[in-house]
């Protein structure tokens, strides 16, 4: 091999080696940290069921890393008892038409049987409960006591066996012999963000 096509070569490994390492950083990097209340915040407009347990999932519409949450969020509630009351808050910009909602993961999050899809006009709800990334989930026991807030997919993009998960999937059985988390990464777009900046996709 000549010393031109080595040199080619060579260039052509380290290029395919920086893309997967910048993918992979990409993958494992998380959003910024939920600052949840520790209870159900007052303010809020959304009404609860007595005596159910709420969970919330925060999306941003064109996000297509949160399509996993949407799978993840399936599982959870195949196996969840029927006094939970899940809501998907949908992001919706305050100058921008409920059109602009509409995705795939939307789609996806309204075939979800037993949940109230609802919108996040301005992004008021997500500033109450503290939701900075897509695919944040809160789980507040029926007293309002916050249980559980984070992600629930091993990584961006991923579904899979995780902590988030098996956590709220626990905490809703009363498990005593399963080791639960109270907090865990969110792998998704920032919430408050224009999606052709991020780079999001319908």
């Known amino acids: 091999m000549s ?3 080595r040199a080619v070569f060579a260039l052509w490994v380290l290029t395919i080696s920086a893309g997967v390492t910048l993918l992979t950083r ?5 959003g910024p940290v939920a600052a949840a209340p520790a209870l159900w915040p ?3 407009d959304f009404p609860r069921e007595s005596g159910a347990r709420q969970l919330l999932v925060f999306i941003h519409p064109r996000c297509a890393c949160t399509r996993a949450t949407m799978r993840e969020l399936e599982r959870i509630l195949a196996r969840s008892p029927q006094r939970l009351q899940t809501r998907v ?5 305050g100058d921008a ?4 909602c509409e995705s795939p993961l939307v789609e996806q999050a309204r075939s979800l049987p037993g949940v109230e ?3 996040d006009i301005g992004g008021i709800e997500a500033s109450r409960f503290g939701a900075l990334t897509s695919g944040q989930a809160l789980l507040f026991a029926a007293s309002g ?3 559980f807030q984070g992600g629930i997919t091993p990584s961006r993009a991923h579904s899979g066996d995780n902590v988030g998960r098996t956590s709220i999937v626990a905490l809703l059985d009363e498990a005593k012999n399963v080791s639960t988390r109270a907090t865990t990464h ?3 777009c920032k919430l408050n963000c224009d999606a052709r900046a991020e780079g999001m996709t319908r």
């Open 26 to 30: 990409y993958e494992n990097a998380p």
């Open 186 to 188: 969110v792998f998704g």
């Open 145 to 147: 006591e916050l249980l």
């Open 89 to 93: 808050v949908i992001q919706q910009p």
């Open 42 to 44: 007052r303010e809020s």
């Open 3 to 5: 010393l031109w096509l």
């Open 117 to 119: 899809v609802v919108h």
């Open 97 to 100: 038409s409920a059109d602009w």
